[in-house]
Nanobody, 127 residues
């Protein structure tokens, strides 16, 4: 599985950015897709996940501002970020992993469930 992010950059507080992640490789290995972020000296935290079945989950910090989506035909994952805040400044990573089986196929926001990672794209929000 290979993941390549794009779309990071700089924005003013209240502005918007859209991240993209081009994915390749076995689809079952990337049933679950997600966006994570990590600031200097901080833990890598989940922002949002989406399963190939379309089920979505967000971190509280992302709800009502960020939208995760995917185009399975284009093998591309997106993160639309609106109403950006300075605290959103971070390196953003695209990640992929297999679903786990528990009476059905599920995705988790736990980063340990994601085996494949992109190189990251920097997002900087100024006040």
């Amino acid at each position: 599985v290979r993941l390549v992010e794009s779309g990071g950059g700089s924005a003013q507080s209240g502005g918007s950015l859209r991240l993209s992640c081009a994915a390749s490789g076995d689809t079952y290995r990337r049933f679950c897709m997600g966006w994570f972020r990590q600031g200097p000296g901080e833990e890598r935290e989940n922002v949002a996940i989406i399963g190939r079945d379309g089920r979505i989950a967000y971190a509280e910090s992302a709800k009502d501002r960020f939208t995760i989506s995917q185009d399975n035909a284009k093998n591309t994952l997106y993160l639309q970020m609106n109403s950006l805040k300075p605290e959103d400044t971070s390196m953003y990573y695209c990640a992929a992993g297999e679903a786990y089986l528990s009476g059905g196929l599920y995705c988790s926001r736990d980063r340990d469930r994601f085996r494949y990672w992109g190189q990251g794209t920097q997002v900087t929000v100024s006040s």
